[in-house]
């Protein structure tokens, strides 16, 4: 069955940019550790078109989720793309043959990125870039000033419409948006972990969509005894309540939860819609204290 209405409503980045708050995240279509081709490509090809089947018009995703593996997957099973679907990709790193993460935020390597993103998703220019500039789950101290410009420029040049940045910290944003606007930003957030409440805060104030990665945990999911307790009382699973709890928490969150299931995408989907009360909430942010 297919649903028009998603938890959340939508947001617009950009003044132009209109995308449902609920999203997914292609991260996990990729193989074990987001390495190398899934284990079966015609999953990863339906989770993606029931996404769009259920009204979902954000799509996170990388080129060095696989490396490559992720956007083929995208193009294959989405493109000719829906004019409402939005792409949002990001650049900064690469995947080096033992899988890890390095950076590769050089001029050359940026542009470089840019260009593989748009080949392999089939586009002529890419909706959003996020700037990828710290580590895994905490903004890396120093200036990014010559990376931002180069995607600046690549703005400029027409292949990319908006830009966002991803694991930051007040003082890069600010420094970006010296440079050019600021669409989104993508840092580590979720119930438990939350160190980017008043950025969040200051962010929606600017009207600037804030995009928790790791919504539900991480590589470990989130668990603890308020959470639980709040789900059974709702009815609902924990994960529920958790994207339930950032939809809540400020109208500029975006969700972009991620799955290589199409019963875990609709789970999703139908249980960040549950109403959290007062009592719910208070008991919630008792997790993070």
Request: some cysteine; hydrophobic content about 45%.
């Amino acid at each position: 069955m297919t649903t028009t209405t998603l938890p959340g409503g939508t947001f617009t980045m950009g003044g132009d940019l209109t995308v449902t708050r609920m999203g997914y995240g292609a991260m996990q279509l990729a193989g074990p550790h987001v390495f190398g081709p899934p284990a079966d490509r015609d999953a990863a090809v339906a989770v993606l078109r029931e996404a769009v089947a259920l009204g979902i018009t954000h799509i996170d995703t990388s080129d060095y989720y696989g490396p490559y593996f992720t956007n083929e997957i995208i193009r294959e099973a989405l493109h000719p793309y829906p004019d409402s679907l939005h792409i949002v990709t990001k650049v900064g790193a690469f995947r080096d043959a033992d899988g890890g993460w390095p950076q590769a935020l050089a001029p050359e390597q940026l542009r470089q990125a840019v260009h593989e993103n748009l080949d392999h998703l089939g586009l002529e220019a890419l909706d959003v870039v996020n700037l990828r500039v710290g580590g895994l789950d905490r903004p890396t101290p120093g200036s990014i000033a010559e990376p931002f410009t180069v995607l600046a420029r690549l703005q400029q040049d027409g292949l990319i419409r908006h830009l966002g940045l991803s694991t930051v910290d007040a003082g890069q944003i600010a420094e970006a948006q010296a440079i050019a606007p600021v669409v989104c930003v993508q840092n580590f957030y979720n119930l438990a972990h939350r160190d980017d409440d008043d950025l969040a805060g200051s962010l929606a104030a600017q009207r600037i969509a804030y995009v928790p990665y790791f919504p539900l945990g991480g590589f470990s999911p989130l668990q603890s005894g308020e959470l639980g307790s709040v789900a059974a009382r709702l009815g609902a699973t924990p994960m529920a309540v958790a994207l339930a709890w950032l939809l809540q928490r400020s109208p500029n969150i975006l969700l972009i939860p991620g799955t290589s299931s199409v019963a875990h995408l609709r789970e999703n989907v139908a249980g960040a819609d549950l109403a959290l009360s007062a009592d719910d909430l208070a008991e919630l942010d008792r997790i993070a204290a």
